[in-house]
Nanobody, 123 residues
Framework: QVQLVESGGGLVQAGGSLRLSCAASGLTFSTYFMAWFRQAPGKEREIVAGVSRSAGSTNYANSVKGRFTISRDNAKNTVYLQMNSLRPEDTAVYYC????????????????WGQGIQVTVSS
């Protein structure tokens, strides 16, 4: 049984930082592309960042470039999202997701999802 479990969310003031973690189990973690998505109230789920199997390649949404960093530790079966210079518009539920075949910005291409974790940025 595959599980992706996010942690590290919470409430932070604008300009602050948070680090999200996603611990994976039940899959061969190093063979999956990993990504973070987010969904704000009333909006569609959107890609935030993705990382290749070996962490040699990363991709970011334009809205978070230069502020967020995605990384992974295959020995710990964990993917991270370091979020700096947070803005109120970053407020959303953040999800980690796993894709066996390729990196994609499309929600429908991902095989497994975490339950999501709330990030709230106050102004």
């Amino acid at each position: 049984q595959v599980q992706l479990v996010e942690s590290g969310g919470g409430l932070v003031q604008a300009g602050g930082s948070l680090r999200l973690s996603c611990a994976a189990s039940g899959l061969t973690f190093s063979t999956y592309f990993m990504a973070w998505f987010r969904q704000a109230p009333g909006k569609e789920r959107e890609i935030v960042a993705g990382v290749s199997r070996s962490a040699g390649s990363t991709n970011y949404a334009n809205s978070v470039k230069g502020r967020f960093t995605i990384s992974r530790d295959n020995a710990k079966n964990t993917v991270y999202l370091q979020m700096n210079s947070l803005r109120p518009e970053d407020t959303a539920v953040y999800y980690c997701a796993a894709n066996r075949l390729f990196y994609s910005t499309s929600v429908g291409d991902y095989d497994y999802w975490g339950q999501g974790i709330q990030v709230t940025v106050s102004s």
